[in-house]
């Protein structure tokens, strides 16, 4: 590789030799390791296990939450949660704060949940989460 040096440093190096020559071109020379073996022989790092272009796993449509039915009930009614693109995530489902599903991997677009015993009466949140992708709040009503 070409090396610049300055008028002091290149002067110390011409009072270094006994000869009549002047240096007018400074290089500076280093070893390179070169690999003697081809590519195709050479084994691959233990770190690397594919080379390429890495498969990406999200959906094209990510999960929607559509709808409850029923809607209203008495303690112990099990209500179907109705969305699409659910199948393959995870849901967790809280009525007025307390979790009743946690991260059930869903199969298909419906997830049936029963609304806890001793849930008293009245109107009541039902919080869903799939993923953390979808997050939905509807209403049910607990009749007595």
Request: charged share 15%; hydrophobic share 45%.
């Amino acid at each position: 590789m070409l090396n610049t040096l300055n008028v002091d440093e290149m002067s110390q190096v011409w009072h270094t030799f006994s000869h009549p020559f002047r240096l007018s071109v400074l290089y500076e020379i280093s070893v390179v390791q070169l690999d003697p073996l081809p590519a195709a022989v050479r084994p691959m790092a233990p770190r690397v296990t594919q080379v390429g272009v890495p498969k990406v796993q999200a959906p094209f449509s990510p999960p929607v939450v559509d709808s409850i039915a029923p809607t209203r009930g008495q303690a112990g009614t099990v209500t179907t949660i109705q969305g699409r693109h659910l199948a393959n995530w995870r849901a967790f489902v809280r009525i007025s704060d307390q979790l009743i599903v946690n991260g059930q991997q869903l199969t298909g677009d419906e997830l049936a949940v029963a609304i806890p015993a001793g849930t008293r009466a009245g109107i009541h949140t039902i919080q869903i989460d799939i993923s953390h992708l979808c997050r939905a709040t509807l209403l049910f009503e607990v009749t007595e």
